[in-house]
Each structure stands twice: as C-alpha cells, then as structure tokens.
C-alpha cells in the first residue's frame, strides 16, 4: 500500500473548448484531507507535473460507484516540436485539447482500441500533456476487476491499472470524458497526502518516434508500473531531465 507523507515514509472532440473555473479546495500542506488538485499545479511545466503527480490519485465518479487509483507512472509530451506529441501536425480539431487551458483531460482513441488520458499542462497555446500510464489501485477495487474481467478471469490487483489503456477501463473513463476539467468534474486528481517515495526517469514507451527522448516517469520498483522490460534494457536515471 502506499504510504502517506509526514509517516516516515489524442481522438474524440465532445465539448466546446473553454475556459473552466477553478472549484478546487485550496488547503496548506498540513491539512490531513484529501483535495483536489487547483489549475495552478497544471500551468507549470510539463516535466515538473509528470514527476509530481506520482503519488496522487485518479478519482472517477461514475452513477453509484467510485473508481480511484494512485498514479505511479506518467508520460511527458511537449509541443510541436516532439515528434510523439499529437500536436507534432499543427493544430487540428483532434488535438485542441492540448491548446487549451491546464487542468482539462485529453481523452483520445488509441489505435482504434484503447481509451488514454492525460492532464492537458503549460500556458493555454502551448500544447503540452502528461500521459496517465499505471495506478495503484485505492478505491473501487471489485467494479475494476468487473469491468477488466467481466467473464470472472482472475487479474490481480497488481495488473488491474497497470497500462494507460487498462487503468482506463478499470475506471471507465471513456472518449465522453475528453475535456473534462480535473479540477470540476466527476473525473479529478486529489492530493491524499501519498509520498511517491523514489523516482525513475526513462524513455517513452510504446511508440515509434521520440523515442530518445527520457520523459517517463515512474515511483521505482512499484510492482504496477509497466513497461518494467523496457526500462531494464534502457537503463534508468533519478533526476528529472533538462
């Protein structure tokens, strides 16, 4: 289980772009209860928010079930000029979620079968987003292994979110869901007080471009990170790169 701190331890356009408000509880370091993120923890640097937000939590509110995992591995893509990046083209109808204001998910179809999410980050104009990659499961755990495994195949728990695409159906979060405000709406990320404890820096993974690039993050060792292959061969740092 995760420990708290201070204990020793792109596809589918649904809505009209615009500018959300900010609802979220402004609380100090020293409150025990959960909150959510505010905009301001997005408008900063894309790096900077794909490390931090190892260890907070995805929270999916759907009808009559709660769905919640802590986020332990994350994905960085920035601008134009990143080959990976959706807004490698230009701006399109597609990608103008990650134009938009911080603080919005960008929910696309991947290869026509997976549903990612991201945290849309950076100054409204500079396309930037961090990729949701692995949970750790929290809250939900039996609706999880029901929307995995609706035949009863046994998945451990471990294994329910570990993947963008997985954690997506473990939480039902679905192309309905892109551009819905983080910080607003039933889909939100909380601060629960987690420590992410260590941390590892290494290539993106599962694409074909950019490649080169060590934005992926992850809380090292953590069971449910995935990719963990693919980091073995590449070797990983622990400092954020510049």
């Not at 103008?96 to 990612?116: D, T």
């Not at 990659?133 to 609706?143: K, M, N, Q």
Request: one cysteine or more; proline letters at 8%.
């Amino acid at each position: 289980m995760p420990t708290r701190r201070g204990n020793g331890v792109g596809g589918h356009f649904s809505r009209t772009l615009s500018r959300p408000k900010d609802r979220s509880r402004v609380s100090s370091k020293n409150d025990p209860r959960p909150h959510i993120l505010p905009r301001s923890f997005y408008i900063r640097p894309t790096l900077t928010v794909a490390e931090e937000l190892l260890g907070k939590v995805l929270v999916h509110r759907t009808p009559g079930r709660v769905a919640a995992g802590m986020i332990v591995e994350t994905e960085a893509y920035i601008g134009e000029d990143d080959p990976a990046c959706h807004a490698a083209t230009g701006p399109t109808r597609r990608n103008a979620p990650l134009y938009g204001p911080p603080g919005l998910a960008y929910v696309y179809l991947n290869y026509g079968i997976h549903c990612l999410v991201n945290a849309v980050t950076e100054a409204e104009g500079h396309p930037a987003a961090v990729l949701i990659r692995a949970l750790h499961p929290l809250d939900g755990i039996a609706v999880m292994r029901e929307r995995r495994a609706p035949g009863g195949r046994d998945v451990g728990e471990r294994d329910l979110c570990r993947g963008p695409g997985n954690l997506t159906r473990a939480l039902d979060i679905t192309l309905a869901d892109n551009l819905r405000d983080l910080v607003s709406s039933r889909l939100v990320i909380e601060d629960r007080g987690f420590g992410a404890g260590g941390v590892s820096w290494g290539p993106r993974i599962g694409i074909r471009v950019g490649t080169d690039r060590p934005w992926r993050c992850w809380i090292t060792d953590h069971p449910a990170v995935s990719g963990r292959r693919a980091q073995r061969r590449a070797g990983a740092a622990t400092r954020l790169p510049r």
